[in-house]
Nanobody
Framework: QVQLVESGGGLVQPGGSLRLSCATS????????MGWYRQAPGKERELVAA???????NYADSVKGRFTISRDNAKNMVYLEMNSLKPEDTAVYYC????????????WGQGTQVTVSS
């Protein structure tokens, strides 16, 4: 059973914007720290942004001021708004649910490709 389902990736020109969406369940959303990771070819997966159940957020330095993570508890959704995109943002983006007690990511989405290119 798929617990996290991403959508919204695609091809965008440098300077453009995209919004990624992650659909999940109420139980996962309410009990985990939700996040977005990305993995570029030949690189390790890295945390891009995270948001707690209380709405606290943190971002990788490389995306601060450009990306915004948010959640809609009524719709059981998590979003990543990406602005001023750069070619180095090109990667597969994964939605994640991290256990707030163990720190382990218990759920991963299937990933969505984001390509920034002219």
């Amino acid at each position: 059973q798929v617990q996290l389902v991403e959508s919204g990736g695609g091809l965008v020109q440098p300077g453009g914007s995209l919004r990624l969406s992650c659909a999940t369940s109420r139980s996962i959303l309410s009990s985990n720290v939700m996040g977005w990771y990305r993995q570029a070819p030949g690189k390790e997966r890295e945390l891009v942004a995270a948001i707690t159940s209380g709405g606290s957020t943190n971002y990788a330095d490389s995306v601060k001021g450009r990306f915004t993570i948010s959640r809609d508890n009524a719709k059981n959704m998590v979003y990543l708004e990406m602005n001023s995109l750069k070619p180095e943002d090109t990667a597969v983006y994964y939605c994640s649910a991290q256990n707030r007690f163990t720190g382990r990511v218990d759920y991963w989405g299937q990933g969505t490709q984001v390509t920034v290119s002219s």
